[in-house]
């Protein structure tokens, strides 16, 4: 057990296993019905979901070499006191310290090992997704406030928050590449955090991926048009840069370098469920965290509007049956080949896998906790470092 655990820090873990999909599904039919009901007798113009691209989505999940389908018992839970939704987390080699963005808009700052926190820099909006910078700075994708510059003694500088006249609504994720060219994302420019269910229930690709020139201050849109764009990070030779996008369950790379700069490129399709963030790793891998784990209702819902339609309007009065459930984190390789896919059926909604040493780090948007897993013995053959 680790001082922290005895220190208090950690505590039981969530309730044990959410009922399986269909449970809550007969149960809320009545309901579903109703709402059905109600939903032919108003138009409501501002959540119209749309077919989205099938022939993209359809197929079975690709399957990874190393499963590990019951992650809770390898894994502790540390309530950082004061903290919900530590949604990401960066690590600081050289202070030993990781970085998580809570709810209440407080950057908490704690130790590796005890990730016992202390309030570091409230944004005064809703940090997200961090990254080291180059300057000991700390970037921060901010859902409120957009691109965000914390300083290394606290500062908070917004860098941008919109782009060709848009403006973010989710700044979600970034990366910072080797030139200092900051690469992130605007998940939609429709919804905002509280209501993003609604956003990936509509269907409609209102998500940005794009870079902000920390020298001439120019943010320019690189690829649009992203169904709810999500993790970025720059690959390790500064060839390309992998974002995430979430509704299609794929990753794609946007190529920084090269004859094919400028283009976009397959990274890895039919994930096993929903991506959020992707980190490197430094040692061959990136860690794509599944906040929601493929499941054959939501399937269903992915190939209908009419369904999505139906489960927006649950939504809309937090009747929406959960679907959340598998979620985990996925491996691949620096060519995007599976590689190892943790996960358990009780867990939803993580949403970074940061591995540090010989343990992973697991986030979430919801989340009152950190989920660490220890990965001795867990992980596939050569990659076994500490
Ligand atoms: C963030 O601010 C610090 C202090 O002004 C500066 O040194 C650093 O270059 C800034 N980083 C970016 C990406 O603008
Ligand atoms: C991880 O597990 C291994 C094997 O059980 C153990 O030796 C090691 O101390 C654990 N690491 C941590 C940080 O708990």
Known sequence: MSSAAMAGSTTSPPPPNRSSLLRPLTLVLPLLLSVLAASFLY?????????????????????????????????EFFHLEGCLGPEDVA???????????????????????????????????????????????????????????????GKVEVL??????????????ADVAADGTIYFTDATHKYSLRDCSLDILEGRPNGRFLSYDPVTKETKVLVRDIYFANGVVVSPDQEFVVYCETVMNRCKKYYI????????????????????????????????????????????????????????NLEKHS???????????????????????????????????????????CGSPSNPYIVRMNLTGLLPGGSSSA
């Not at 409501?44 to 389908?69: E, K, Q, R, T």
């Not at 909006?125 to 901010?142: F, K, N, S, T």
């Not at 490129?265 to 096993?272: M, Q």
């Not at 963030?277 to 040692?283: C, H, L, S, T, V």
Request: glycine share 12%; net charge negative; aromatic share 8%.
């Open 43 to 75: 138009q409501d113009d501002s959540f119209s979901p749309l077919p989205l691209p099938m022939d993209a989505l359809a197929g079975p999940p690709v399957a990874a070499p190393f499963v590990l389908g019951d992650m809770r018992k390898n894994s």
């Open 91 to 153: 690590y600081d080699d050289s202070q030993k310290v990781v970085y998580t963005g809570c709810e209440d808009g407080w950057i908490r700052k704690a130790g590796v090992e005890d990730l016992v926190p202390e309030k570091w820099v409230n944004t005064g909006g809703r940090p997200l997704g961090l990254m080291l910078g180059l300057h000991g700075e700390v970037i921060v994708a901010d859902t409120l406030l957009g691109l965000l510059n914390v300083t290394k003694d």
């Open 160 to 173: 941008t928050g919109e782009a060709e006249g848009v403006k973010f609504k989710l700044t979600d994720a």
């Open 319 to 361: 009747l929406r049956p959960r679907i959340e459930s598998n979620s985990g984190v996925f491996v691949v390789d620096l060519k995007g080949n599976p590689v190892a896919h943790y996960y358990d059926p009780s867990f939803s909604m993580i949403s970074s896998g940061t591995k540090i040493g010989n343990q992973v780090y």
């Open 257 to 312: 370098s090269g004859e094919k700069k400028g283009t976009v490129g397959n990274f890895i399709d039919h994930l096993p469920g929903m991506p959020d963030n992707i980190r490197y790793d430094g040692e061959g891998h990136y860690w794509i965290a599944i906040p929601v784990g493929r499941a054959a209702a939501w399937d269903l819902a992915l190939g209908s509007p009419f369904l999505r339609r139906i489960l927006g």
